[in-house]
């Protein structure tokens, strides 16, 4: 990982008490858009802070039927559930709102294109060129990138990208964000550097959003006078070769060249953003082989998790970190990267204190209340779904949550209505399942992330490494502390809360009372 000095990212930050009430528009491109973009919503669900009230995410990928957007998409629909049902003022998870653009009366989270499933010379009507400019276009391009099928977006081919993606600035989508942004508002950018999508859509949105237009449509002013932070993610995995039948281009022995050229032309952004952070990692883990579709579902990975943290420390950032000047729209750019404290470790003290600050006590809270629902880390027994690790999370028929002997807990529980049990539970438990895995896959990476031990069914025994976090007395552990502690706080629920804002509240405050960080 490029991580072998530490930039202090936590700097500047705002009190988590305030928050801005504009809008954080988040565009992820590519597949590695989608999995930062669950690593955030995986933070998000947990509590870790967010300095606004609301971000508003939008997938730029011509693969629509990839398996990391397909995923994400189910993570975003059902986050926003919880949160607008379950969550309440004093509520720490789930506690940033999640929403979405609206075009043509229809919630919208992708970017697509029309024209899904075309040749790439058929995209460019090369038939229909004259010789002349058929010559140019067999220079430009080969014959092997003419005919690709771009239903799975551009497999590494960022030169085909740019030509595709110029065509994304009249989409609804793209037209709903333009007419809704305002002053206040700030625009974030996820893209890796060594693909085809990622790699050629950066610039190009990036171009698009400080384009100069006489027409008086959209809120072009304060766009292009909006803060703009972006994060480029280097190779930071690699992936086995194509079968020889597969008619793939994916070749990750040429994604640190393809990487180092797009940096070179990347130096044109200086001074079009106002924060640009870099990460990768030099200790990779090797994937399947894919060229994209619904098989194309990446394991999650640390470096995901810390661009989210990029996402999250931009959003952070006073007003006064950003100059910029209205007439020549020049925005003074700051470089970022994150890094670790100890590549010798894998649990919560790899990290930097001031990172632990923001992510340890979230993460940990969140998973103890998954635990209490009974998810835990077992063996898979299902060879199709093994990659990197053969473990899943699974909820145990034995679980806390299912246990009778707790009268004022059960009684919430056997309170829930038939909506509840079939819509807002249902949307908490996928995430809580999601989490779970999102924390094994971290876990089996070569570069591990592993803070937890996932299959210890103890709740004051999860957490590894050093860090004092339980707060039980030495007579009242396990989960006879966690079930006293929910039994003295759910009196002092307000009793106007609905029944799922009431079940929520409650887990965050027990588990806010039993786990804190005390190396503040």
Same mark, same amino acid.
């Given at each position: 990982?490029?991580?072998?000095?530490?930039?202090?990212?936590?700097?500047?930050?705002?009190?988590?008490?305030?928050?801005?009430?504009?809008?954080?528009?988040?565009?992820?491109?590519?597949?590695?858009?989608?999995?930062?973009?669950?690593?955030?919503?995986?933070?998000?669900?947990?509590?870790?802070?967010?300095?606004?009230?609301? %971000? !508003?995410?939008? =997938?730029?990928?011509?693969?629509?039927?990839? *398996?990391?957007?397909?995923?994400? $998409?189910? &993570?975003?629909?059902?986050?926003?559930?919880?949160?607008?049902?379950?969550?309440?003022?004093?509520?720490?998870?789930?506690?940033?709102?999640?929403?979405?653009?609206?075009?043509?009366?229809?919630?919208?989270?992708?970017?697509?294109?029309?024209?899904?499933?075309?040749?790439?010379?058929?995209?460019?009507?090369?038939?229909?060129?004259?010789?002349?400019?058929?010559?140019?276009?067999?220079?430009?391009?080969?014959?092997?990138?003419?005919?690709?099928?771009?239903?799975?977006?551009?497999?590494?081919?960022?030169?085909?990208?740019?030509?595709?993606?110029?065509?994304?600035?009249?989409?609804?989508?793209?037209?709903?964000?333009?007419?809704?942004?305002?002053?206040?508002?700030?625009?974030? %950018? !996820?893209?890796? =550097?060594?693909?085809?999508?990622?790699?050629? *859509?950066?610039?190009?949105?990036? $171009?698009? &959003?400080?384009?100069?237009?006489?027409?008086?449509?959209?809120?072009?002013?304060?766009?292009?006078?909006?803060?703009?932070?972006?994060?480029?993610?280097?190779?930071?995995?690699?992936?086995?070769?194509?079968?020889?039948?597969d008619n793939s281009t994916v070749n990750a022995n040429d994604w640190n060249d393809k990487a180092k050229a797009a940096l070179n032309y990347y130096i044109d952004e200086q001074n079009h953003l106002d924060m640009l952070y870099y990460i990768g990692d030099t200790k990779p883990s090797t994937y399947p082989h894919c060229k994209g579709g619904a098989n194309q579902t990446d394991p999650a990975h640390f470096v995901e998790m810390a661009s989210a943290l990029a996402i999250l420390n931009f959003a952070k950032l006073p007003v006064n970190s950003f100059t910029i000047t209205n007439n020549s729209n020049s925005h003074a750019t700051t470089y970022k990267e994150f890094g670790i404290s100890d590549e010798t470790q894998s649990d919560f003290n790899m990290l930097h204190q001031s990172t632990k600050n923001l992510v340890v006590e979230p993460l940990s809270r969140f998973l103890l209340f998954a635990k209490y629902m009974g998810y835990n880390a077992i063996k898979d027994n299902n060879p199709k779904t093994v990659k990197i690790t053969d473990k899943i999370a699974q909820k145990d028929s034995g679980n806390h949550f299912d246990k009778t002997g707790l009268s004022a807990v059960y009684a919430i529980r056997k309170g829930f209505d038939s909506a509840f049990r079939s819509n807002e539970l249902q949307s908490l438990e996928i995430i809580q399942k999601n989490y779970v895995d999102w924390l094994i896959e971290m876990e089996a990476q070569a570069r591990s992330f592993s803070p937890f031990k996932l299959e210890m069914s103890r709740a004051d025994e999860f957490i590894k490494g050093t860090l004092d976090l339980w707060n039980g007395s030495r007579f009242n552990k396990d989960w006879e502390r966690v079930l006293k502690i929910l039994v003295d706080i759910h009196g002092s629920i307000d009793e106007a809360l609905s029944e799922s804002q009431k079940f929520l509240l409650l887990f965050s405050r027990a588990t806010e009372k039993l786990l804190t960080l005390k190396t503040h």
């Amino acid at each position: 990982m490029y991580l072998s000095c530490f930039v202090n990212h936590i700097n500047n930050y705002k009190s988590p008490n305030e928050k801005y009430m504009a809008k954080l528009y988040i565009f992820g491109i590519g597949g590695t858009g989608s999995r930062v973009l669950k690593s955030l919503i995986m933070l998000l669900s947990s509590g870790v802070d967010c300095a606004f009230d609301t %971000i !508003i995410p939008i =997938i730029i990928d011509r693969d629509v039927q990839n *398996g990391d957007y397909v995923q994400v $998409k189910k &993570l975003v629909d059902n986050y926003i559930r919880v949160n607008e049902n379950m969550s309440s003022h004093d509520c720490k998870f789930f506690k940033t709102k999640i929403d979405l653009l609206k075009v043509n009366g229809a919630w919208q989270f992708c970017l697509q294109w029309d024209q899904q499933n075309v040749r790439f010379d058929d995209f460019i009507n090369y038939s229909q060129l004259d010789d002349p400019n058929k010559a140019l276009v067999d220079m430009l391009f080969s014959r092997e990138t003419l005919e690709m099928d771009m239903s799975h977006g551009f497999q590494g081919n960022p030169n085909m990208g740019c030509v595709v993606q110029n065509q994304f600035e009249n989409n609804d989508l793209f037209t709903a964000f333009a007419n809704q942004f305002q002053t206040g508002d700030r625009i974030f %950018i !996820i893209s890796s =550097i060594f693909g085809g999508t990622g790699a050629s *859509g950066f610039p190009l949105l990036r $171009k698009l &959003l400080h384009k100069t237009r006489t027409q008086n449509t959209g809120q072009w002013g304060p766009i292009k006078n909006a803060p703009i932070g972006a994060i480029t993610v280097l190779p930071y995995y690699q992936v086995a070769d194509a079968d020889a039948n597969d008619n793939s281009t994916v070749n990750a022995n040429d994604w640190n060249d393809k990487a180092k050229a797009a940096l070179n032309y990347y130096i044109d952004e200086q001074n079009h953003l106002d924060m640009l952070y870099y990460i990768g990692d030099t200790k990779p883990s090797t994937y399947p082989h894919c060229k994209g579709g619904a098989n194309q579902t990446d394991p999650a990975h640390f470096v995901e998790m810390a661009s989210a943290l990029a996402i999250l420390n931009f959003a952070k950032l006073p007003v006064n970190s950003f100059t910029i000047t209205n007439n020549s729209n020049s925005h003074a750019t700051t470089y970022k990267e994150f890094g670790i404290s100890d590549e010798t470790q894998s649990d919560f003290n790899m990290l930097h204190q001031s990172t632990k600050n923001l992510v340890v006590e979230p993460l940990s809270r969140f998973l103890l209340f998954a635990k209490y629902m009974g998810y835990n880390a077992i063996k898979d027994n299902n060879p199709k779904t093994v990659k990197i690790t053969d473990k899943i999370a699974q909820k145990d028929s034995g679980n806390h949550f299912d246990k009778t002997g707790l009268s004022a807990v059960y009684a919430i529980r056997k309170g829930f209505d038939s909506a509840f049990r079939s819509n807002e539970l249902q949307s908490l438990e996928i995430i809580q399942k999601n989490y779970v895995d999102w924390l094994i896959e971290m876990e089996a990476q070569a570069r591990s992330f592993s803070p937890f031990k996932l299959e210890m069914s103890r709740a004051d025994e999860f957490i590894k490494g050093t860090l004092d976090l339980w707060n039980g007395s030495r007579f009242n552990k396990d989960w006879e502390r966690v079930l006293k502690i929910l039994v003295d706080i759910h009196g002092s629920i307000d009793e106007a809360l609905s029944e799922s804002q009431k079940f929520l509240l409650l887990f965050s405050r027990a588990t806010e009372k039993l786990l804190t960080l005390k190396t503040h």
